[in-house]
């Protein structure tokens, strides 16, 4: 990846995603017992950081000609997609599960993509997607493996890094790896010392554990409400990037999550999906590696099913996580 290529794409980026909010939270800092600022990725027209790639995507298709382009999404991407391809002319297609958050769904087709839905999970939309680009000669946009949506990605480290960091770590949640590897690369390179930690949920942990043993690790299931993250078969090119960039990267249970959105809820007012919990849950489940320091945890999306986000984030406090309120 290459700085010069990142502050490129920013210039190409609609302003609406660019600049989001960065600030201390102090109010979740009694139940953490570390300094937490927030990098918040939710407030912008597809709730999501997807569309700093998509933008630059999209960019680059509508200067070449291109007319169509079709991707596979869990629902941000996809949503991300559409905005950005309709307002350069381009014909969009989504292949998502038909698990994927009704929401997500509904918002897709609102941005007036075509959205084709297949009876298994986001790598058999995966499957489906590629498919489809081979059929039909279309651009096949692949979250993570296209360099563009990781420089897009990465202009979040820009932003991070030009406010002078005083933080010692930047918390990252780990999915198909585009966020990690372009945020990481930026902070590695314009502030080494800050430690880089990606996050996935114990029940989809294909890229952790790829990371840890060096080469591809594949599962055959996953079993998470973090739906954003839940792959199961990481990107060669994308885990060799993740290997240069990420000083660790740990797993997370459900109880973490769920009580890492509702902190975010009750003491910062963020409704948010649960993958954008999981720097918080990473905290939640190792407080002594976090104690006294600075951390940055980067608030990726806020596109959730109301009805799933009050089973979890209603329900009494879980044991497995006390009460933010009990951990003073």
């Given at each position: ?108 087709r609102a941005l007036d993509a075509r959205l084709e839905l297949v009876d298994g999970d986001f790598d058999m939309a995966r499957e489906r997607a590629a498919a ?29 890094t030009e406010v002078g960091p005083s933080f010692d770590a930047v918390l990252i949640a780990l999915g198909g790896g585009a966020l990690a590897t ?147």
């Open positions: 990846m290459d700085t010069a290529r990142i502050q490129a794409a920013r210039r190409v980026i609609d302003p609406v995603f660019l600049d989001t909010p960065l600030y201390r939270c102090e109010a979740l800092e009694p139940g953490l017992g570390c300094m937490v600022s927030i990098k918040l990725e939710t407030a912008n027209p597809v709730r999501s950081f997807k569309a700093r790639g998509t933008e630059v995507v999209a960019s680059l298709l509508a200067g070449t000609g291109s007319r169509a382009v079709v991707c596979a999404s869990a629902g941000n991407l996809g949503q991300a997609l559409a905005w950005s391809g309709r307002g350069r002319g381009l014909e969009v297609t989504v292949v998502a599960s038909r698990f994927t958050p009704a929401a997500k769904l509904d918002r897709i489809l680009s081979r059929y039909d000669g279309i651009r096949l946009v692949e979250d993570s493996a296209d360099i563009e949506t990781c420089e897009g990605a990465a202009t979040i480290g820009l932003e991070l372009g945020v990481g690369h930026v902070v590695k390179t314009r502030a080494p010392d800050v430690e880089v930690i990606c996050i996935q949920p114990a029940g989809a942990p294909a890229m952790t554990h790829s990371w840890r043993q060096r080469r591809v690790v594949t599962t055959d299931s996953t079993s998470t409400i973090a739906d954003g993250v839940a792959g199961r078969r990481p990107i060669p090119a994308v885990l060799d990037d993740l290997l240069l960039v990420a000083d660790d990267a740990v797993l997370v249970s459900e109880a973490s999550i769920i009580g890492g959105m509702r902190m975010l809820l009750e003491h910062a007012g963020l409704v948010v999906e649960p993958s954008a919990a999981l720097g918080i849950a990473a905290i939640l489940e190792d407080r002594d590696r976090f104690a006294g320091r600075h951390v940055v945890t980067i608030v990726c999306g806020g596109n959730v099913d109301l009805d799933a986000y009050h089973r979890w984030v209603g329900a009494a406090p879980i044991q497995a996580v006390p009460s933010p309120l009990t951990l003073r």
